[in-house]
């Protein structure tokens, strides 16, 4: 089987699995998604969640954001660690967005990756969920799914994306992400996946090299 063979098989039974490929971060306006993605660097969706739920009631409009008090902002988001670094790159963010782009989310991956504390992750999942172009989000489910698939071979972020690109088909990439997150906290759990009962567990490579028994 080759990779983009084993590609097609994965995004088949995780599109059954999970006929929703949603966002785990909630949000209800572009720039919002935007914060909550800066806000879940090394933090759990979970936890994100909860924090901007008051954080979008304080700061109502991306223009709140841009006038914001940085130590208000601070004390909102320091449950989501490294507080003073995301707060200052938000307020810096929604500035930009007021002062350059009419307080809109731009909508090229060069443009994104301008913007404050932006990195690829975060710009893929703009561009997936928001543009919906295709995207390929590696984050730490995605690195880590693909490598026991047996679809990408590093834990580069970077490098992963590249050969992800080559193998998935565009129009499945952004909602195959979704998917790897699903499928990363409920099977393929870090430490302890539960290959038993995997449905991926004939076309997945570490899958297929443990002992028969425990397949």
Do not use: W
């Not at 084993?6 to 929703?20: E, Q, S, T």
């Amino acid at each position: 089987m080759t990779k983009k063979q084993r590609a097609l098989a994965v995004i088949d039974r995780l599109k059954k699995k999970y006929p929703d490929a949603i966002c785990s971060l909630t949000y209800r306006k572009d720039y919002e998604l935007l914060i909550a993605t800066r806000l879940s660097a090394q933090c759990t969706d979970a936890r994100v969640n909860v924090v901007t739920k008051d954080l979008f009631n304080v700061f109502p409009t991306v223009e709140s954001f841009a006038s914001a008090e940085l130590t208000q902002v601070e004390d909102i988001v320091k449950p989501c660690g490294l507080y003073k670094t995301k707060a200052k790159s938000i307020v810096e963010m929604c500035k930009i967005l007021v002062e350059k782009y009419d307080g809109k989310v731009p909508g090229s991956m060069e443009e994104l990756l301008s913007l404050p504390g932006v990195g690829r992750k975060t710009a893929n999942l703009i561009m997936g969920d928001v543009f919906h172009a295709p995207a390929i989000v590696c984050d730490t489910h995605c690195i880590r799914i693909t490598n026991l698939l047996g679809l990408t071979d590093t834990k580069d972020p970077a490098k992963c994306e590249e050969q992800l690109r080559k193998i998935l088909p565009p129009e499945e990439s952004s909602d195959l992400c979704h998917r790897f997150v699903l499928f990363g906290r409920e099977t393929c759990v870090a430490r302890r996946p539960d290959c038993l009962n995997c449905v991926l567990k004939d076309v997945c490579q570490h899958g297929a090299s443990l002992p028969t028994d425990n397949q």
